[in-house]
């Protein structure tokens, strides 16, 4: 089935640790995207890459990075995790092109202790 | 910069009766604006979307229509079910980063 697949489903992390989130999609979209969701505070973008070999700072980037060096992957990295980077983290993509309505991932839970 | 604002939630209804979720936005120029239903557990799905002033974006008995004079976005049901109870999400596309700007979600729960 298309579509985008997260990996860890959850994860529990102690505060300091790297985890890097796995995001690939089979639609051979040329942007995709990281958001963070919290309680109250809607989705806020992360980063985001228009085309493989570029990414770009969202809202919210400080302590993420991310690297697009194919079409279909897209992994958000937390080099030193803090517990404020307790959330839900989607991907999501879009053809680009003009097409640009958003298809997102299921989601990971992460929670920094 | 871009924003978009939603009305608090929750809001409760009882099956078949109409439903407004309000939703108005702050942007440079004309956006596309869209809808996504968020079911629990699950990630967002596109529920509609409208492009151009005046456009009426319309899907599984939902519509909401660009309104550009009132910069406004409001998603309508005439009739609601139960399974309609998720969160709501109006967006915005921001045209440079070509990201999506959200609101902070209104949850619909709908009593049998």
């Known amino acids: 089935i298309a579509g985008i697949t997260q990996a860890p489903t959850s994860q529990i992390l102690a505060a300091g640790r790297r985890m890097t989130l796995r995001c690939t999609q089979d639609?051979?979209?040329?942007?995709m995207y990281w958001y963070r969701q919290d309680l109250g505070l809607g989705l806020r973008l992360i980063h985001y890459?228009?085309?493989?070999?570029?990414?770009g700072k969202g809202e919210v980037p400080d302590g993420y990075s991310v690297s697009r060096a194919n079409t279909d992957d897209f992994p958000l990295t937390l080099a030193s995790a803090v517990p404020s980077q307790t959330s839900v983290y989607f991907c999501?993509?879009?053809?680009?092109?003009?097409?640009?309505?958003?298809?997102f991932g299921p989601g990971t839970r992460l929670t920094v202790t | 910069g871009n924003s978009v604002t939603q009305m608090e939630g929750p809001v409760t209804l009882s099956e078949e009766a109409f439903l407004t979720i309000n939703c108005t936005y702050t942007?440079?120029?004309?956006?596309?604006l869209f809808w996504y239903v968020q079911y629990p557990g699950e990630g967002l799905q596109l529920l509609l979307k409208?492009?151009?002033?005046?456009d009426k974006g319309s899907n599984k008995g939902f519509e909401a229509t660009y309104r550009k004079e009132t910069t406004s976005f409001h998603l309508e049901k005439g009739s609601v079910q139960v399974s309609d109870s998720a969160v709501y999400f109006c967006a915005l596309l921001d045209t440079g980063r070509r990201a999506l700007t959200f609101g902070s979600g209104t949850r619909l729960q709908v009593q049998p």
């Open positions: 890459s228009n085309t493989a070999g570029t990414t």
């Open positions: 999501a993509s879009s053809p680009g092109q003009g097409a640009y309505e958003q298809y």
């Open positions: 942007a440079t120029g004309y956006p596309s």
């Open positions: 639609m051979r979209h040329n942007a």
């Open positions: 409208a492009t151009k002033a005046d």
